[in-house]
């Protein structure tokens, strides 16, 4: 079992950044890839980017490249994503997720199998 929380949401401001923190405890692995995926009302899971464990390979939603960067620190078991030039389309419950995938399957939300609560992210315009 793997948990996940999440921090770091926020209301803020077009332009803006924001960074958001997703702690991992219990069995993680080095075979895991971690994403993370947004959410808004009445929509599915919208991938957003996703790195591997244990190689740090990286992978992005068209959407978000160049904004956006995922990054893991292995010692401390977090992920981190970072925001910049923030839209009002980026607002959204972002989720942390961890599971095992191949590079083929990372932006499928069926991939995962551990999913964390989400951290609200408002950007305003």
């Known amino acids: 079992q793997v948990q996940l929380v999440e921090s770091g949401g926020r209301l803020v401001q077009a332009g803006g950044s924001l960074r958001l923190t997703c702690a991992a405890s219990?069995?993680?692995?080095?075979?895991?890839?971690a994403g993370w995926f947004r959410q808004t009302a009445g929509k599915e899971h919208e991938f957003v980017a996703a790195?591997?464990?244990?190689?740090?390979?990286?992978y992005y939603a068209d959407s978000v490249k160049g904004r956006f960067t995922i990054s893991r620190d292995k010692a401390r078991n977090m992920v981190y994503l970072q925001m910049n030039s923030l839209k009002p389309e980026d607002t959204a419950v972002y989720h942390c997720?961890?599971?095992?995938?191949?590079?083929?399957?990372?932006?499928?939300?069926?991939?995962?199998?551990?999913w964390g609560q989400g951290t609200q992210v408002t950007v305003s315009s």
């Open positions: 219990g069995r993680t692995s080095s075979t895991y890839v």
């Open positions: 997720a961890a599971g095992r995938t191949s590079a083929q399957g990372v932006s499928a939300r069926d991939a995962y199998s551990y």
């Open positions: 790195i591997s464990w244990g190689g740090g390979r990286t």
